[in-house]
């Protein structure tokens, strides 16, 4: 009896560790997901195919998980109303359809870096943050825009900004208030075109709003003198 229940006993414990799977859940990101932008995963579970996967987020009221290929998919977040915090995490969630087999892998949560404040010139070259610039290339330059690291392929829209002229040798200063996604206004273009040598242009109080962001960011300034 004692042998027929060791047998009995190896032969469970086998069963067991045979059915033991492992999960493999890759952020294709350092392991981090953005909010507001796509995040491809690979998820992977040991003797399965990516067909009898399910694969779900803890939080499903602010998560899209779209099948990709080759057990990879893409996670994008939304916090729509949600505030964002430093120390928020998600859980993907992998269960195995058919069976009792289920699984999760947590990612921290992180907003896409903050954007650089940028204007194009007719010429085609981008000028940021501050510096020196010619009044012809000022005179002719685009309205500004929210410049993003190239390996985030998201847009952030300008929501308004405030640019001032503070003029060589004069005691006015004027300023143009531009707001709510309109790129340009004629108090703002009229500014820039007696733009000469000694001026200063301020652009400042920018905001702006990204992608599965729940409220407009404040942007940084910029200062340019024309030469």
């Known amino acids: 009896f004692m042998l027929f229940s060791l047998v009995s006993l190896m032969l469970f414990t086998s069963m067991v560790l045979a059915d033991k799977k492992v999960l ?29 996967l399910e694969v779900t987020s803890s939080e499903a009221d602010i998560t899209t998980i779209t099948p990709l290929s ?27 359809k058919g069976t009792e ?6 990612f921290r949560l992180k907003r896409i870096p903050d954007p650089t404040a940028c204007f194009m010139t007719k010429s ?40 001032t002229r503070v003029g060589k040798g004069e005691s006015t ?25 000694g001026d200063v242009f301020y652009w400042d109080n920018i905001k702006c709003q990204c992608p599965g962001d729940a409220a407009e960011r404040k942007m940084g300034s910029m200062v340019w003198k024309v030469k």
Do not use: W
């Not at 080759?70 to 195995?96: A, P, Q, S, T």
């Open 24 to 52: 493999s859940v890759a952020a294709e990101k350092m392991n981090v997901l953005y909010i507001g932008a796509d995040n491809p995963i690979t998820v992977a579970v040991s003797d399965e195919p990516v067909e009898n």
């Open 70 to 96: 080759d057990g990879r998919f893409n996670v994008y977040i939304d916090l729509g109303k949600k505030e964002y915090e430093e120390d928020m995490n998600l859980d993907i969630n992998v269960k195995v």
């Open 101 to 106: 087999y289920q699984n999760r892998s947590s």
């Open 124 to 163: 085609g070259k981008m000028y940021c943050e501050g510096g020196v610039i010619s009044a012809k290339e000022l005179k002719e330059a685009k309205s500004i825009f929210a410049h993003i690291s190239y390996e985030f392929d998201v847009q952030c829209e300008i929501r308004e900004y405030e640019m």
């Open 173 to 197: 200063v004027v300023s143009a208030f531009v707001k709510r996604g309109v790129h340009t206004n004629e108090k703002e273009k009229s500014l820039r075109n007696v733009a000469q040598a």
